[in-house]
């Protein structure tokens, strides 16, 4: 296969239409569905979307990803059961999804399909979505809470729920909250948490099973940098990568080798060097990110959530399978997460409404890739720099089974030029610098099949054409 450059040394127009993968920089789970925002900061969603969770501007479930409607600037998302937000470059936060309880924050309980700014709120950096409640920290380390209020989740020692935000009086340099089922989690600055809500299970850790309307600080936990909350169990990661559990352990969500709740923090087995925790609001299993780039799982796995290649419940961790070079964890009710540190994000667990994002309905024990994931199209034509006269690109042999090899004739033009391999799924699977007169593609784990490659110069496409791939 050759590309010409056109033999002449003016700029010249080349007309050509493709999806160039970008990553993806956050995601998130709901009870049946998949958030992620991209390094464009646009958010893409796919699973259920019964009640506009997706913010597709449509109802409909979608088993492979589809950007969320209308807004851009997104550089973080979060999602509670059936409800989802977006926090903006500008720290204004955006929610859209089921709204029964006012857990959106627009003043209503009016479900919203796209979405729609969340009223009174500046400077947020950080949101978690509970079952049917909410909470945000801001920039000065206050907390603020909206939505059902029936079991005291929202602190304010009431049980009346709000549909707008308010700030949680009592609480001062907090750094990141969880939003449980029925209970909340705060993380203080001085490395303390404070719990408050339902506590039927132990899930606030203060040795009782009596709610909370207010918050009360968790004895015996000191120097901890994160929190997670489940179902009706609570996650503290400490500084020196042990994590801690308590409440609800019928599914071993505590990860202590038995199913006996605790009320108190109680040491997960077998882990250390731990980086980061989650846990969701409707979930009973548990992720862990080590400092090797894997990831562990524990609790419930009845539909292959711990990503182990079984659906048999752990009543301590075990490795994920086949994951390495994770940078980002979450958990869904009963699927799970995983963020490549090539931006890939790979799915696990239940596919019932398409939350795993494979475009295929069973349920997956095994980490499987989200496919379409942050594409972008450029745009049909563009002005492309003067390119030196005679200049010819040769790729060969095409097709090949093992390695091609990139050809071009004129040394003076690899001033900036780079190769990028897309597969027909509008997926990034290679990008290297040309650097040479002659470079060679390496098979590797690539899948037999059609790519497109294409040769950019700073920045800008200047030559196109496919690539074919044989056993």
């Known amino acids: ?12 127009t080349l007309f050509v239409t493709f999806s160039l993968s970008l990553k993806a920089q956050k995601v998130a789970a709901g009870l049946q569905y998949s958030l992620a925002v991209c390094n464009t900061n646009a958010v893409w969603a796919w699973g259920e979307n019964s009640s506009g969770e997706l913010g597709d501007s449509t109802t409909a479930p979608k088993n492979t990803a589809v950007r969320v409607s209308g807004q851009q600037g997104f550089k973080a998302v979060a999602a509670g059961s059936s409800h989802s937000f977006g926090i903006k470059n500008d720290s204004t936060l955006w929610a859209w999804g089921y709204n029964g309880y006012g857990q959106l924050g627009d003043g209503s309980n009016f479900e ?152 108190i923090p109680i040491k997960v087995n077998g882990l250390s060097g731990i980086l980061s925790i989650s846990a969701a609001c409707r979930g009973k299993h548990s992720l862990a990110l080590k400092d090797n780039s ?4 524990w609790g419930n796995n009845n539909s292959g959530q711990l990503g182990d290649s079984s659906t048999i419940e752990r009543v301590m961790p075990v490795q994920v399978r086949g994951l390495t070079g994770i940078v980002e964890v979450v958990v869904g009710n009963e699927h799970s997460l995983a963020v490549k540190n090539n931006g890939t994000v790979w799915a696990f667990g239940n596919n019932g409404s398409g939350q795993l994002g494979d475009g295929m309905p069973s349920f997956e024990s095994t980490p499987v890739k989200v496919i379409g994931l942050c594409p972008v199209t450029l745009p049909t034509s563009m002005i492309v720099k003067t390119i030196k006269k005679n200049t010819v690109i ?30 027909m799924l509008g997926q990034e699977v290679r990008k290297f610098a040309l650097t040479n007169t002659q470079t060679e593609i390496q098979r590797d784990d690539l899948s037999q099949g059609i790519y497109m490659i294409h040769i950019i110069q700073d920045n800008k496409v200047i030559a196109t054409d496919k690539l074919v791939i044989t056993d």
Not at 211 to 223: A, R, Y
Not at 294 to 297: H, L, Q, S
């Open 112 to 263: 919203r399909h796209s979405p729609v700014p969340v009223i009174g709120l500046t400077g947020i950096v950080m949101v978690s979505g509970g079952n049917f409640h909410s909470l945000a920290v801001s920039n000065d380390g206050s907390v603020w809470v909206w939505g059902d209020n029936t079991n005291g989740e929202l602190g304010d020692g009431k049980i009346v729920g709000r549909k707008t935000p308010i700030k949680l009086s009592g609480l001062t340099g907090i750094t990141a909250v969880a939003a449980g089922n029925n209970h909340s989690l705060a993380l203080q600055d001085d490395s303390t948490v404070w719990a408050w809500g339902g506590n039927d299970y132990g899930q606030l850790g203060d040795s009782s099973i009596f709610e909370k309307h207010s918050p009360v600080k968790i004895s015996g936990l000191s120097g901890i940098i994160a929190v997670a909350a489940g179902q009706f169990y609570s996650l503290a990661l400490k500084f020196d990568g042990t994590v801690w559990a308590w409440g609800d352990n019928t599914y071993s969500q505590l990860g202590d080798s038995n199913i006996t709740q605790s009320h």
């Open 1 to 12: 296969m050759k590309l010409h450059f056109l033999k002449t040394t003016v700029a010249i």
């Open 294 to 297: 894997t990831v562990w799982a």
């Open 394 to 423: 040769n790729i060969y042999p095409n097709p090949f089974t093992s390695k091609a090899t990139i050809e071009i004739n004129e040394a003076s033009t690899l001033q900036h030029l780079e190769c990028i391999l897309v597969d």
